[in-house]
């Protein structure tokens, strides 16, 4: 794996479709779908050192990323319920820095590689059952702005990928 221009970014920063095709919405629910799976296959046969590595000089450790995704992951989830069920609820922004450093920042990775998979099934079953109105439906962020359902699971598909490329990626380098 040739090493990437950025190591923040191995895939890229998030750049959001012009418009958003039924196609483009199946491959992003197919990303959250695989995610869990993939998560766990990246974390496989890593000792608590190399769990406590961090992906990049100064960045997180892949305990704290694991977490990290968990956190977000299961926000995310939370807000598209309220878009679905509200009408274009102001969502709260947290801090993901501070969460990162909490006391159950070195909990065992597993506990989050489990909230992952059960958030993950239940976000797939939900975007699997939406119509074309419920895409469209909405929620505003504090600091990013108004974002549809579809655009969030559009952006979530590329954080999933994101973050399992900081792992993948520590892994080739390390060769672990």
């Not at 992003?28 to 050192?49: H, N, Y």
Request: proline letters at 7%; glycine letters at 4%; charged letters at 25%.
């Amino acid at each position: 794996m040739p090493p990437v221009a950025d190591p923040r970014y191995p895939i890229g920063k998030f750049t959001p479709p012009a418009t958003i095709s039924p196609t483009d919405r199946k491959i992003a629910i197919s990303s959250i779908e695989k995610m869990p799976e993939l998560l766990r296959s990246a974390l496989r046969d890593l000792d608590t050192m190399q769990l406590n590595t961090p992906y990049r000089e100064g960045g997180w450790t892949i305990r704290q990323v694991v977490h990290h995704i968990a956190d977000s992951h299961g926000e995310a989830f939370h807000r598209v319920r309220r878009a679905l069920t509200e009408d274009w609820p102001t969502v709260t922004a947290y801090n993901e820095k501070a969460f990162a450093t909490l006391a159950d920042s070195v909990a065992p990775a597993e506990w989050s590689v489990e909230l992952i998979e059960a958030i993950h099934a239940r976000w797939v079953l939900v975007l699997n059952s939406l119509t074309e109105t419920h895409w469209k439906r909405g929620f505003k962020h504090p600091e990013r702005g108004p974002s549809t359902v579809e655009q969030a699971t559009m952006l979530y598909a590329w954080h999933a990928r994101h973050h399992l490329a900081h792992i993948t990626h520590l892994r080739a380098r390390k060769g672990w």
